[in-house]
């Protein structure tokens, strides 16, 4: 099955931009729903957006509309979150995870593959 890997993430002040990466490794993401997830310090794991791999059907949670972007390169097998305007708010470990498929794609246990998680400081 797929496993996804993310890079990109690091220390950035508020206002401030960064993109993060998420990589396939032993198969594609084709069929797949790609979400991301993040952990703040003390709080639990929260949904942050997911893209559709075949017809990029896309969703974000509230907080970061506007702010961030989930996007897909085909060629490269790989989900992209362009986050914006970065607040401390946003500090977290940010996580990618794949998914078969599910309506419940906004929660956790939809997703049976996860990466090893980055860490976004975000400093004000």
């Known amino acids: 099955q797929v496993q996804p890997g993310e890079s990109g993430g690091g220390r950035v002040q508020a206002g401030g931009a960064l993109r993060l990466a998420c990589a396939a490794s032993g198969r594609t993401f084709s069929s797949y729903i790609v979400g991301w997830f993040r952990q703040a310090p003390g709080k639990e794991r929260e949904f942050v957006a997911s893209?559709?791999?075949?017809?990029?059907?896309?969703y974000y949670t509230d907080s970061v509309k506007g702010r961030f972007t989930i996007s897909r390169d085909n060629a490269k097998h790989t989900v992209y979150l362009q986050m914006n305007s970065l607040t401390p708010e946003d500090t977290a470990v940010y996580s990618c995870?794949?998914?078969?498929?599910?309506?419940?794609?906004?929660?956790?246990?939809?997703?049976?593959?996860w990466g090893q998680g980055t860490q976004v400081p975000v400093s004000s």
């Open positions: 893209i559709r791999w075949g017809g990029g059907r896309i």
């Open positions: 995870a794949a998914s078969f498929g599910s309506r419940r794609f906004r929660q956790s246990q939809a997703y049976h593959s």
